[in-house]
C-alpha cells in the first residue's frame, strides 16, 4: 500500500489550500487517516485525524477552525482543507494511514511528504 500526497505549494497569509492523499495498492480498507507537520529541527506532529475507523475526528488546537480533513471512501483518498493560513503553518505535510489488506494484513504507511509555506 502507497499514499501519494499532493496540493501544497505558496499561499499567503490569510489564503487556503488542500491537500489530497491518495492510497493505492493492494487495499482491503483504509480505517484511519490523518495528517502530520513536520518542520526542520522539530518533531512530526499531528494536524487531523480520523480515529476509531473514521467516526472521530482530531485537531490540533494549533488548526481547530481552520483545517477541516476529510475523506473520499470509495477513491481511497483523504483531503485538508486549509483555510486562513498562517506563516506558521508551514511545514511538510505528510498523510498516514492504517488498515487492512485484501491479504486481511494490516498496514500503517506515510506517504512522501507536500511542502506548504505561507508568507506573511
Known amino acids: 500500500v502507497q499514499l501519494q500526497a499532493s496540493g501544497g505549494g505558496l499561499v499567503q497569509a490569510g489564503g487556503s489550500l488542500r491537500l489530497s492523499c491518495v492510497a493505492s495498492g493492494d487495499i482491503f480498507s483504509i480505517n484511519d487517516m490523518a495528517w502530520y507537520r513536520q518542520t526542520p529541527g522539530k518533531q512530526r506532529e499531528l494536524v487531523a485525524a480520523f480515529t476509531r475507523g473514521g467516526s472521530i475526528t482530531n485537531y490540533a488546537d494549533s488548526v481547530k477552525g481552520r483545517f477541516t480533513i476529510s475523506k473520499d471512501k470509495d477513491k481511497n483518498m483523504g483531503y485538508l482543507q486549509m483555510n486562513t493560513l498562517k506563516p506558521e503553518d508551514t511545514a511538510v505535510y505528510y498523510c498516514?494511514?492504517?488498515?487492512?489488506?485484501?491479504?486481511?494484513?494490516?498496514?500503517?504507511?506515510w506517504g512522501r511528504g507536500t511542502q506548504v509555506t505561507v508568507s506573511s
Open positions: 498516514n494511514a492504517e488498515g487492512f489488506t485484501r491479504q486481511l494484513i494490516e498496514y500503517n504507511v
